[in-house]
């Protein structure tokens, strides 16, 4: 009940920046809408909706690392986490309030971003529905490295961090834009190294309907996202102690 209580009160926090949630759900449209645009004016195909669809919409759950970096950073910052210190919950509890009300804002971004590249002539299969699924992993991913930079950092160093460092480095390793094949050698092998081309990789499979490979990518994001998120819980603990 204490952490549906906190989660509650984390969601109310982020419905009062509605110019952050607007930013999160609409930069990804306009990139998707922008991408289109140049690929209906080239004579080669660059940017198909069935690749580029799937990789926006894993580039827009990189803002769920910014909404609750940000939201833990101010918190830690001020004399909120210090009063429920005091209070029965633990790391984990706490860091799960900050988690749970950032899993309907995924659903929500999943769902407008497909929901874009339908409109924009997109089939609209089932798949779509399996690409959406095939994404959670990856928002937990993103919540975890958000929680871990909002542990660490303050507030505008979490803006930095999740703002700008981590989209760049998710929308050029991800393979958004181009194939990784197409760089090759150590860039390609640490891009795979890394969970953000997985997430890309998945969520592109789910909507080709190929199932075989699909768990292969979803296996590696979810060991990154646990792997982070312990770390973080740990981290999280030790500020706790020292306050």
């Given at each position: 009940?204490?952490?549906?209580?906190?989660?509650?009160?984390?969601?109310?926090?982020?419905?009062?920046?509605?110019?952050?949630?607007?930013?999160?759900?609409?930069?990804?449209?306009?990139?998707?809408?922008l991408m289109n645009v140049i690929q209906r004016n080239v004579p080669v195909h660059i940017f198909e909706l069935n690749t580029l669809?799937?990789?926006?919409?894993?580039?827009?759950?990189?803002?769920?690392?910014?909404?609750?970096?940000?939201?833990?950073?101010?918190?830690?910052?001020?004399?909120?986490?210090?009063?429920?210190?005091?209070?029965?919950?633990?790391?984990?509890?706490?860091?799960?309030?900050?988690?749970?009300?950032?899993?309907?804002?995924?659903?929500?971004?999943?769902?407008?971003?497909?929901?874009?590249?339908?409109?924009?002539?997109?089939?609209?299969?089932?798949?779509?529905?399996?690409?959406?699924?095939?994404?959670?992993?990856?928002?937990?991913?993103?919540?975890?490295?958000?929680?871990?930079?909002?542990?660490?950092?303050?507030?505008?160093?979490?803006?930095?961090?999740?703002?700008?460092?981590?989209?760049?480095?998710?929308?050029?390793l991800a393979g958004i834009w181009f194939d990784l094949s197409l760089v090759g050698g150590p860039f390609r092998t640490v891009a795979?190294m890394l969970p953000f081309v997985h997430g890309a990789d998945g969520a592109k499979a789910a909507l080709a309907g190929e199932w075989?490979?699909?768990?292969?990518?979803?296996?590696?994001?979810?060991?990154?996202?646990?792997?982070?998120?312990?770390?973080?819980?740990?981290?999280?603990?030790?500020?706790?102690?020292?306050?």
């Amino acid at each position: 009940m204490r952490v549906k209580a906190f989660a509650k009160r984390n969601l109310k926090e982020m419905l009062r920046d509605p110019l952050t949630m607007f930013f999160g759900l609409g930069f990804p449209m306009v990139l998707l809408l922008l991408m289109n645009v140049i690929q209906r004016n080239v004579p080669v195909h660059i940017f198909e909706l069935n690749t580029l669809a799937p990789g926006i919409a894993l580039f827009g759950l990189t803002f769920l690392a910014l909404f609750s970096g940000l939201l833990l950073a101010r918190d830690r910052t001020s004399a909120f986490l210090s009063r429920l210190a005091a209070s029965p919950m633990t790391a984990a509890d706490f860091l799960l309030g900050y988690l749970l009300p950032m899993l309907p804002v995924a659903v929500g971004q999943t769902a407008v971003c497909l929901g874009a590249a339908v409109a924009l002539g997109l089939p609209l299969s089932w798949n779509l529905l399996a690409v959406a699924a095939s994404l959670l992993p990856s928002a937990l991913l993103f919540v975890a490295l958000g929680l871990l930079c909002g542990t660490l950092f303050n507030d505008k160093q979490v803006g930095g961090m999740c703002g700008a460092i981590l989209t760049n480095v998710t929308a050029w390793l991800a393979g958004i834009w181009f194939d990784l094949s197409l760089v090759g050698g150590p860039f390609r092998t640490v891009a795979y190294m890394l969970p953000f081309v997985h997430g890309a990789d998945g969520a592109k499979a789910a909507l080709a309907g190929e199932w075989a490979v699909l768990p292969e990518h979803l296996m590696w994001v979810s060991a990154w996202a646990a792997a982070v998120m312990v770390l973080a819980v740990w981290l999280f603990r030790r500020r706790l102690v020292e306050r």
